[in-house]
């Protein structure tokens, strides 16, 4: 019998979310309209923070909050060295600089004692990525900052429900931002927020994504705005999901239990470590091994998706900065994420892990036949 392919990963979507979408589309409420508002209302009630304003896309929300915090030509962020590229491009966009720092080895978050040797007198945020769904070091990163008169812009795309010494990330920076893609904690297809507790900066927000104005049916507008804003289908989609997120984060704790388990004889797969101040909430499942390309294209032959980690961003062809980023390095050459959908079965995960050990069975023979 054909076995079937096991996705690397795929969003949990139901009747729940249909029926909130047919709810909408009843009521002719397409664009933004009272479940935006409502989603944006629990948004920010699960953060702890005063204002969640709806965005396209985590990428614009990124922007929107650097915008809103006054960062732009002149202007230095600091960004890690390992993420997805939309952290940089945002800043880029901005009209600043982003500058580079590495990640720590353990968690692949942005490393506390490497940021403060790349502060200039230019510098004029920080901006953590808690990676993997893994919080990165709030607490030396909020210090580091306030020593040196920075902002701060957490990009928690990949950290809904992820918490720091029992507070919710996003909820530290100046400006935090969310995504909701697909692939996320919690989707509404292409989504995202920007969170923050300044009424100001949320006022910039509200009138950079809406045309430069602070609401719609008003003509007037006294800058020059942009449409990012957030639909009621995707709010809807997002209100259903809140509602299952407690259950998201049970399974994605389940299946991270599980992989570790039944790879926990496996000397030459090691996990990533968990720091002990955070609650993770694992986004992605990753493992550390010696050759991840040639594991990869030997689970892709028994229908098991994997995919490699981020290519560090100074060696990006649209970057291609000199530095010395050892530890991005190391996680580019070493991780590989595993099917990590929440959908996965206890069958199928024990299946992705024996096929890893027989790749490590196939390799040791091959090696001693030499
Ligand atoms: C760390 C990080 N930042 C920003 C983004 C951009 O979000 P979006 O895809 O919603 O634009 C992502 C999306 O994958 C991400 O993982």
Known sequence: MKRKIIPQIEPY??????????????????????????????????FCVKHAIGVCNGTQALYVGLKALG????????????????SANAVVWAGAKPVF??????TFNIDPQKIEKAITKRTKAIMPVHIYGQAAKMSEIMRIARRNKLLVIEDAAQGVGVKYKGKPVGSFGDVSCLSFYADKILTTGEGGMVLTNNDEIAKRCIILLNQGRTSR???IHEHIGYNFRMTDLQAAVGLAQLKKLPQLIKKRKRIEKLYRKYLAD???????????????????????????????????????????????????????????????????????????????????????????KNFFKKNV???TSK
């Open 71 to 86: 960062i732009g030509k002149g202007d230095e962020v600091i960004v890690p060295n390992f993420t997805f590229i939309a």
């Open 101 to 106: 720092v590495d990640v720590e080895k353990s």
């Open 266 to 356: 496996v000397d030459e797969v090691k996990f990533p470590y968990i720091d002990p101040d955070g609650f993770n909430v694992p986004f992605r499942i990753t493992i550390l091994v010696e050759e991840p390309q040639a594991l990869m294209e030997f689970l892709d032959k028994k229908g098991i998706k994997t995919a490699r980690s981020f290519y560090p961003l100074n060696m990006q062809p649209c970057y291609k900065i000199k530095g010395d980023f050892p530890n991005s390095l190391y996680a580019y050459k070493h991780l590989l994420r595993l099917p990590s959908g929440v959908n996965l079965k206890e069958t199928e995960i024990k299946y992705i892990c024996q096929e890893i």
């Open 13 to 46: 979507i139901g009747k729940e979310e249909i029926k909130e979408v047919i709810e909408s589309i009843k009521a002719k409420w397409i664009s933004g309209g009272p479940k935006l508002k409502k989603f944006q209302e629990k948004i920010a009630k699960l």
């Open 217 to 219: 049916g008003w003509y």
């Open 365 to 367: 023979s091959k090696a």
